[in-house]
């Protein structure tokens, strides 16, 4: 079997999980889950150095979700690596339960408790800082929104980085085009993207093809080589990438009838 055709499996998987996922809650946060899929699969399936029967394991890489609403993509991820049982996809949003609507520390595999954008690069820089400071060779990856880069604490995050010289940090820009409000450039123009995070120091790679899962694990291993600062990926995605209808009309949220519409609409075409 190819390397992508074996990647197509686990997407296919991995995206059924979501379905599954948004199915138990009723409600959820697809459009944003779709678009980082690949970036997570690549991740968790190729490049970052896990154990998923030791998720506390000292020398893991660590894999910081700063846009933590995106919770349903690394819940399926997570559940397809065997991080923790796939039947606990139907506890999703219940009192009590490990996967709640933003990613929290207490599910195996997380490394963040999320909420308010924008820190979650700040906590992945002090991952990386530390790992410096101990002397350990662990890598820090964090997957941060375009919508959520209109927050100022991303670009102080990312002087810190570079000031440090934290070549053992990798941001992830999920370029999906749309947050909640709208059109993200609409919002608050952040072109010329790529050209912004070489400003603040960064190695930065702009990847045209973001939902290629292959085309994202050769971007992290071509910036493994680089040496001496901190390195970005802009991966231009689609938003809820998979389900057409929902493409479409750059839903954010999902519930009700839209739910079950693109509920039916993706099971179809994973068949």
Same mark, same amino acid.
């Given at each position: 079997?190819d390397?992508?055709? =074996?990647?197509?499996?686990? $997407? =296919?998987a %991995?995206r ?10 009723? &409600?959820?946060?697809?459009?944003g889950s779709? =678009?980082i @899929?690949?970036? /997570?699969?690549? /991740?968790? !399936?190729?490049i970052?150095?896990? +154990?998923?029967k030791?998720?506390?394991?000292e020398?893991r +890489?660590?894999?910081v ?5 995106a %919770? ?7 559940g397809e690596?065997? !991080? ?5 996809? *139907?506890?999703? @949003?219940?009192?009590?339960s490990?996967?709640q609507?933003?990613v929290?520390i207490?599910t ?8 308010? /954008?924008?820190?979650? $690069?700040?906590?992945?820089?002090? @991952?990386?800082?530390?790992?410096k400071?101990?002397?350990?060779k662990?890598?820090?990856f964090? &997957?941060?929104?375009?919508?959520? =880069?209109h ?8 002087m810190?980085a570079?000031?440090?010289k934290?070549?053992n940090?990798?941001? &992830? ?6 947050c ?6 609409? $919002? ?9 995070w070489?400003? !603040?120091g960064?190695?930065?790679i702009?990847?045209k093809?973001?939902?290629?899962v292959?085309?994202? &694990?050769? +971007?992290?291993k071509? @910036?493994? *080589? ?8 802009i ?19 999902v ?8 509920l039916?609409?993706?099971? *179809?075409?994973?068949?």
């Amino acid at each position: 079997m190819d390397r992508d055709s =074996s990647f197509d499996k686990i $997407i =296919s998987a %991995c995206r059924t999980n979501i379905l599954d996922i948004l199915e138990a809650g009723g &409600i959820g946060h697809a459009g944003g889950s779709l =678009s980082i @899929l690949e970036t /997570l699969v690549a /991740l968790y !399936f190729e490049i970052a150095k896990i +154990d998923p029967k030791n998720p506390k394991w000292e020398d893991r +890489d660590r894999i910081v979700l700063s846009k933590s609403h995106a %919770c349903e993509a690394m819940y399926a991820v997570l559940g397809e690596k065997g !991080f923790f049982p796939k039947e606990k996809f *139907k506890e999703f @949003l219940q009192f009590d339960s490990m996967l709640q609507g933003h990613v929290e520390i207490c599910t195996p595999g997380a490394e963040y408790s999320g909420g308010s /954008l924008g820190q979650g $690069i700040s906590f992945a820089c002090g @991952l990386a800082y530390s790992a410096k400071l101990k002397k350990k060779k662990y890598r820090v990856f964090c &997957i941060v929104g375009d919508g959520e =880069s209109h927050e100022g604490e991303v670009w102080e995050a990312a002087m810190f980085a570079a000031h440090y010289k934290l070549d053992n940090l990798y941001v &992830i820009v999920d370029q999906n085009h749309y947050c909640t409000l709208g059109n993200v450039d609409d $919002i608050m123009n952040l072109e010329p993207l790529e050209d912004k995070w070489k400003s !603040f120091g960064w190695e930065t790679i702009y990847e045209k093809y973001g939902n290629n899962v292959t085309n994202m &694990i050769d +971007d992290f291993k071509k @910036l493994e *080589k680089i040496l001496g600062k901190p390195k970005c990926i802009i991966a231009n995605t689609v938003k809820n990438n998979g389900i057409p209808s929902w493409e479409k009309e750059h839903i954010h949220h999902v519930s009700g009838k839209k739910l079950a519409d693109g509920l039916e609409e993706g099971r *179809k075409l994973l068949k």
